[in-house]
């Protein structure tokens, strides 16, 4: 979730309370909220209410899809599928969402090896039940912020059984490649491929030097969107001089 999403509910807590006059003490609410904000299905230990899902395994049911400007083919699913993320909300993919297997964008699909690797598949199909091309006649697309689907994208890879650094690198690619419906000041569909390409590299070997947690990811891309949009891309310092200098 954004941090200014994050203020926002905030300050909305803080408001209800005091119109409502709660019985819990505000510094309890505070001190819940931030837990319940600070887990991950990284961390979280109990997963018999969250980070799990609902239904599967997943089959495919229907002819393959092909669409232009892809080369693989995109499968319908047979049934509905849910995951309870990490703090508790429901995300769906109903019957007949179409999926590639990964969901990751195309000019980083080299960096995940096998689309339809198990351990992706779970996660792929709920990614693309809210943004995946030929899903926009489901009832889910869409329906929540872009940054909460790719975090979502995140919680589920790492439930499905994907190993945390690469769940983080898949995370990385659909947050600075995928979609952002509803926020053109954030847009980058207009930055050239080779740049999203370098700064997805420089990103990675980030990821490998210093295993960042999710939200260090989504700061680190956010900062650097300026830049791209303005076509001034620069290696980050704290990567230093490259091996061949």
């Known amino acids: 979730m954004p941090r200014p999403r994050r203020l926002f509910l905030a300050l909305a807590t803080v408001a209800a309370i005091g119109i ?47 669409m232009e ?10 049934d509905e599928i849910e995951f309870i993320d990490a703090s508790g909300e ?19 699909a080299p960096l995940i090896g096998d689309r339809q690797s198990r351990e992706y598949l779970m996660a792929a199909a709920l990614h693309d039940a809210y943004c995946g091309v030929g899903n926009d006649a489901l009832p889910t697309w869409r329906t929540r912020a872009w940054q909460d689907v790719h975090r979502m ?21 659909v947050y600075l490649g995928g979609p952002r419906w509803d926020d053109p000041a954030r847009d980058l569909s207009e930055v050239p491929q080779e740049a999203l390409q370098k700064e997805m ?9 210093t295993d960042p947690d999710v939200e260090a990811i989504a700061a680190w891309m956010t900062k650097r969107e ?16 490259p091996a061949s200098e």
Do not use: H, S
Not at 90 to 108: E, K, M, S
Not at 227 to 237: E, F, N, T
């Open 20 to 66: 409502a006059g709660a019985v819990i003490g505000l510094p309890e609410i505070i001190a819940r909220r931030a837990a319940q904000v600070a887990q991950t299905c990284l961390d979280l230990a109990d997963r018999e209410t969250r980070c799990r899902f609902i239904g599967g395994p997943l089959e495919m049911q229907g002819q393959p899809v092909f």
């Open 153 to 173: 994208f995140y919680e589920a890879l790492l439930v499905n059984g994907t190993p945390p650094q690469k769940a983080k690198i898949m995370f990385a690619a």
């Open 90 to 108: 429901t995300w769906t993919a109903p019957r007949q969402t179409l999926t590639d297997g990964a969901t990751i964008p195309p000019i980083f």
């Open 201 to 209: 590299a420089w990103c990675l070997e980030w990821i490998e030097q």
């Open 69 to 78: 400007g892809f080369n693989q083919a995109f499968l319908p699913t047979r």
């Open 226 to 241: 300026a830049d791209l949009k303005a076509g001034k891309q620069v290696r980050p310092a704290v990567l230093g001089a």
